[in-house]
């Protein structure tokens, strides 16, 4: 615990008795509910700091998180970043999306046990939930770890980002190529690259980028367009 500490102070972040112990818990549940369904590859406790719940909150170095921003976090999986990011800045308004409800229900679990309020774990698809007038652009950041093309994710995500707000992409590698290859899309969907971070996460060699992307205007009604297409044919 005492690492875990060290290095969200390292971010920035400040985490109580009570933190360090819901995350605690929410490592305890993840590994047991790992033994009955995929949820990660990763159970090492020390891995799962740095490559889950250190990756998850260093959202700190690209945005601001006090006040009560209204966050999506789209193809949440196992609940990274969403879940330590409502531990460690219990302000947020956080929404969980998935489409896969095995998921969902295990994270309403995780939710109850923590004694989380204003996170909401919803099953579904990204493109039914943008149709949808109480999620679409109503959210000050929309952010994803989901491992898919930036054109692919913009499409799913920037629908979701209210203007003024922001898509933030957790990447790592190279991205040059995938962000000379969003730029018809961004036009397309209202958004515009306004930073890229990149940085080491605290004490390790693990580069961490982030593609921040704001909303500039209302996106189109057409898009997300229906299922499997946004992957399938990227805008370009």
Not at 28 to 55: G, P, R
Not at 220 to 226: A, G, Q, S, W
Request: charged share 30%.
């Amino acid at each position: 615990m005492d690492n875990f500490k060290r290095k969200a102070n390292a971010l920035g972040v400040e985490l109580s008795d009570r933190q360090l112990e819901q995350f605690k818990i929410y490592y305890e549940m993840l590994v047991e509910k790992n033994k009955v369904m995929n949820l990660t590859a990763i159970t090492e406790w020390e891995e799962v700091i740095d490559k889950h719940f250190i990756d998850s909150i260093s959202l700190i170095k690209a945005c601001d998180l006090s006040g009560e921003k209204y966050i999506l976090d789209l193809g949440c999986g196992a609940g990274f970043p969403g879940i330590p990011l409502k531990i460690a800045f219990p302000n947020l308004n956080i929404v969980l999306l998935d489409s896969l409800n095995k998921r969902i229900l295990f994270l309403k679990e995780v939710i109850e046990a923590l004694g989380l309020e204003k996170v909401e774990a919803l099953h579904g698809r990204a493109e039914d939930y943008a149709r949808k007038t109480e999620y679409r652009e109503q959210f000050d950041y929309c952010v994803s770890r989901a491992v898919a093309n930036l054109t692919t994710l913009s499409e799913y995500c920037i629908p979701y980002v209210k203007e003024g707000g922001f898509f933030i992409s957790y990447k790592s590698g190279k991205v040059k190529e995938e962000l000379k290859e969003v730029k018809k899309a961004l036009f397309i969907l209202g958004g515009i690259v306004e930073d890229i971070i990149t940085f080491e996460l605290p004490e390790t060699d693990m580069e961490r980028i982030f593609v921040k992307i704001k909303k500039e205007k209302k996106t189109p009604k057409k898009y997300p367009r229906k299922a499997g297409l946004p992957g399938k044919e990227p805008l370009k």
